[in-house]
């Protein structure tokens, strides 16, 4: 399994944030169900590590990630829970190590040429653009595509259903991460069935 195989299950990530353990299974479920095959938990909250194994003994067949993964505590923290893939907001020299010996496909960020070239130089061919939308956006993106077409993105942080599509359009991008599927309102409500239509809204966007 690579990040290329898990990147181009669908053309969307969910970036999601667990709050209460027992939404972890329902909110996997219709998100699968949704056809989004690759599943973001962020780190953020305490109970995160706890949801990523109750979302992969839920929905085997999907990709259960990390995200937020940002220094050795999360690195080691997301190996334990069995993550799938992790993603970083950005990289240093401890996770780039990490990263090395590990099996587990990793996604770092970038924001800039440099940090593009910077992780192209380690190996990476597959890079998270964050923040997508405060650093530039479309035209940004398509700016890096020019001189530096090895690198492939997954851009995160601010895209909405309106503005993957652009993205997606680009040579240089092969999904986009995005949290607005994951309507706060409905998850307190527990209507799995409308997280479940905007997923696969989600899954249906090009």
């Not at 962020?42 to 990390?66: N, S």
Request: include cysteine.
């Amino acid at each position: 399994m690579s990040i290329e195989q898990i990147l181009s299950s669908a053309p969307v990530v969910p970036v999601v944030v667990i709050d209460n353990l027992e939404d972890a299974a329902p909110l996997a479920q219709a998100l699968y169900n949704g056809g989004l095959k690759a599943l973001e938990v962020t780190l953020r909250t305490p109970v995160a590590a706890q949801a990523v194994k109750i979302m992969k003994e839920t929905v085997p067949e999907a990709y259960v990630g990390t995200g937020t993964v940002v220094d050795k505590a999360s690195f080691e923290a997301s190996v334990a829970a069995g993550a799938d893939f992790m993603v970083s907001p950005g990289v240093n020299d401890e996770l780039l190590a990490l990263a090395k010996v590990s099996d587990i496909p990793f996604l770092p960020g970038a924001a800039t040429p440099s940090e593009v070239m910077q992780l192209a130089s380690h190996g990476f061919k597959f890079l998270k653009f964050f923040p997508a939308e405060a650093a530039g956006g479309v035209p940004m993106l398509k700016s890096i595509g020019g001189p530096l077409p090895q690198v492939t993105f997954c851009p995160t942080g601010g895209v909405s259903l309106d503005s993957a599509p652009k993205y997606l359009a680009l040579k240089n991008v092969i999904c986009v991460g995005g949290t607005w599927m994951l309507d706060k309102q409905l998850i307190a409500n527990k209507d799995w069935q409308a997280i479940e239509a905007l997923a696969k809204q989600a899954s249906e966007v090009k």
